[in-house]
């Protein structure tokens, strides 16, 4: 066993040896110290039955040439049925929904709707160029990464993801596509309501400046809900 | 000597096509990655009628957002991030609650029974690798997404960053993760 490398270190390193060289004392390490050892080899092992598991091709059983021959005609109803809601949704205008009430969910939606309101409700911003739009979820998304929860992190954004597409901001929850571009001052307020438990925790500095700016209906509820005192 | 085989457009044309608008040219691409797509939703999700929805959603919001992909990334790894975010989100929503299991017709399919040597050994890789697919199954989403794009879409570390929208580092360590925790499991359960 190796004195200079304790076996911390080692076990660090230990798919860095399956994956390629490494620094010699690691190596010399494992090589001499019998734990370490079985460790990589049981390493070794799993990854041998990874390999041997993606051999068996892809996962079974497969679509057939039928399913693939339909593909791309159910892709384009499906493009040119989203075109439609996109425009049926224009036309409408705001209009008031059930919420859903899962948090994870909602929290989504404020996300998004957040972002959206941010780009179109700012008074100084004006017409915003796709670039700058871009810019501005970008920012939003890194302020995202201050939230305690991978999960919601990811899950904010596909919201984002669908905010820069066009604005249709779209996603889906229990198979039905949502609008966020449709949520009004009402179901933001539900949306708020559902969520903003721990305000002060969810959102960083830089997205509060961003909600500083904002103006209109529901403007000061939203900075009130979304920046109130974190004690 | 020139070639007199037909160019094959490349991903950024076909890219460049569809955004003016050419459907012909965004079928191309789908053509070209409908497969991989499908199949890392379907690894994800462990469910094919998930997958299947996920896969045409991948390329309806790809074709939505034709407008503001900037090339950063190649058109292959923009796709794969839309459809592993997506697959991601509803394994974190818990919306996939049939397991495909491995049933009598498919072992029997398998060769199970039907010669004892074979079907034993065959037997025994079949429940070696549904554990393993178990406990593919049960690793936290994106360790586990990080390792199947490693382990069967054969992605180096770079891609799968790209991706997954984070550091090559970050990648690595995830699939150490979950390559170590299917270790302890495959083990736990031996």
């Not at chain 1, 809601?85 to 859903?100: F, K, M, Q, Y």
């Not at chain 1, 915003?128 to 904010?156: F, G, I």
Request: hydrophobic share 40%; glycine share 6%.
């Amino acid at each position: 066993m190796s004195a200079s490398v304790p076996c911390a270190a080692a076990r660090r390193r230990l798919m860095d040896i399956l994956e390629g060289p490494v620094d010699g004392s690691i190596s010399s390490h494992v090589a001499g110290c019998e734990a370490c050892s079985r460790e990589l080899q049981e390493l070794r092992e799993t990854l041998e039955s990874l390999q041997a598991l993606a051999d068996t091709g892809d996962p079974s059983p497969g679509p057939d040439e039928a399913y693939w021959s339909d593909f791309n005609a159910r892709l384009h109803r499906r493009i040119d049925d989203a075109q439609r809601s996109d425009v049926a949704a224009h036309r409408r205008g705001p209009r008031h929904r059930p919420l859903p009430l899962a948090s994870a969910a909602a929290m989504i939606i404020m996300a998004g709707a957040a972002f959206v309101s941010l780009v179109r409700q700012a008074p100084t911003m004006g017409p915003l160029s796709v670039p700058e739009a871009e810019a501005r979820l970008e920012r939003a998304l890194r302020s995202l990464e201050t939230l305690p929860s991978d999960e919601a992190v990811l899950m904010a954004r596909v919201a984002i993801d669908g905010a820069v597409g066009g604005w249709s901001s779209t996603f889906r929850e229990d198979g039905e596509a949502m609008d966020l571009e449709e949520f009004g001052s009402q179901d933001w307020s539900d949306v708020l309501d559902e969520t903003i438990t721990q305000p002060g925790r969810m959102w960083s500095p830089s997205l509060s400046d961003d909600l500083e700016r904002l103006d209109g209906p529901g403007a000061e509820r939203l900075r009130n809900e979304i920046l109130g005192d974190p004690c | 000597m020139q070639s007199t085989a037909e160019a094959v457009p490349t991903d950024d044309e076909l890219v460049a096509l569809s955004r003016s608008g050419k459907r012909e040219a965004f079928d191309l691409l789908v053509r070209r990655y409908r497969k991989e797509i499908y199949r890392v939703a379907r690894r994800i999700t462990g469910d094919h009628g998930e997958a299947d929805d996920l896969a045409q959603e991948t390329f309806c919001r790809a074709w939505q957002s034709l407008a503001t992909f900037r090339g950063d990334a190649s058109c292959r790894t923009w796709l794969y991030r839309i459809a592993t975010n997506l697959s991601l989100n509803v394994v974190q929503s818990a919306r996939v609650s049939r397991r495909e299991e491995r049933t009598p017709e498919m072992l029997a399919e398998a060769g199970v029974g039907a010669s004892p040597a074979a079907g034993v050994e065959r037997l025994m890789t079949m429940e070696r690798n549904q554990r393993l697919t178990r406990a593919i199954e049960g690793l936290p989403p994106r360790q586990k997404a990080t390792l199947i794009l490693r382990a069967f879409e054969a992605m180096p570390y770079s891609e799968i960053a790209r991706v997954m929208e984070c550091s090559p580092g970050t990648a690595k360590a995830n699939f150490f993760h979950a390559v170590s925790a299917l270790k302890k499991n495959m083990r736990g359960s031996s």
